[in-house]
């Protein structure tokens, strides 16, 4: 399984600042996902990473919003822009790396917007 | 409409007693089907995956769930409840086919051990 590690792992930031997420992973992967875990919530997906193209983002997210990047196959970042205590969350990355599409995560990051 | 229900927000248990966490999805073609479990402050560990043939999977720590295909669940059972297993469990259901994508994650169930 991939090994994947995350920085920072939490942050408190103030309304109207930007934060980037680096995600790391021990391995070469195709695909890698950010997903938004709010408050008492589950997992939703924001954008699918692949390595040089551009990311592909669900529906409500925005590329203005959270631009990420895939410089190789092992590295990806997203960046909260322009915060707002609304994008308070846990911020979690993932590789689809298993022969059976599993899914392994990130720590996560536990972002605090002020 | 694909979707993940998990009818159970928050059960609780005694140590040693038997759990059950429901399950039930919506997907278009035959799915790929995990349980996660995540600790308070940490991120979403694997424990089990059903892609196909034996409908009755293991996973680590003691888990197994079922899938039932006449029923569209695919439900996490552990005979007897240790007061570690207190966590948020979720559901997924992912692609089975190329290009692999996003799973859809249920809302979680989480667990809580008396003991």
Known sequence: SAVISQKPSRDICQRGTSLTIQCQVDSQVTMMF??????????????????????TYESGFVIDKFPISR???????????????????IYLCSTG?????????????????? | AQSVTQPDIHITVSEGASLELR???????????????????????????????????????????EFKRSQSSFNL???????????EYFCAVGPNRAPRGNLIFGKGT??????
């Open chain 1, 97 to 114: 790396s298993g022969s059976y599409n599993e899914q392994f995560f990130g720590p996560g990051t536990r972002l605090t917007v002020l």
């Open chain 2, 110 to 115: 989480k667990l809580s051990v008396k003991p």
């Open chain 2, 77 to 87: 059972r552990k005979p007897s409840v240790h007061w570690s297993d207190a966590a």
């Open chain 2, 23 to 65: 399950c039930n999805y919506s997907y278009g073609a035959t799915p790929y089907l995990f349980w996660y479990v995540q600790s308070p402050g940490q991120g979403l560990q694997l424990l089990l995956k059903y892609f196909s043939g034996d409908t009755l999977v293991q996973g680590i720590k003691g888990f197994e769930a």
């Open chain 1, 34 to 55: 950010w997903y938004r875990q709010q408050p008492g919530q589950s997992l939703t997906l924001i954008a699918t990473a692949n390595q040089g193209s551009e990311a």
């Open chain 1, 71 to 89: 410089p190789n196959l092992t590295f990806s970042t997203l960046t909260v822009s322009n915060m707002s205590p609304e994008d308070s969350s």
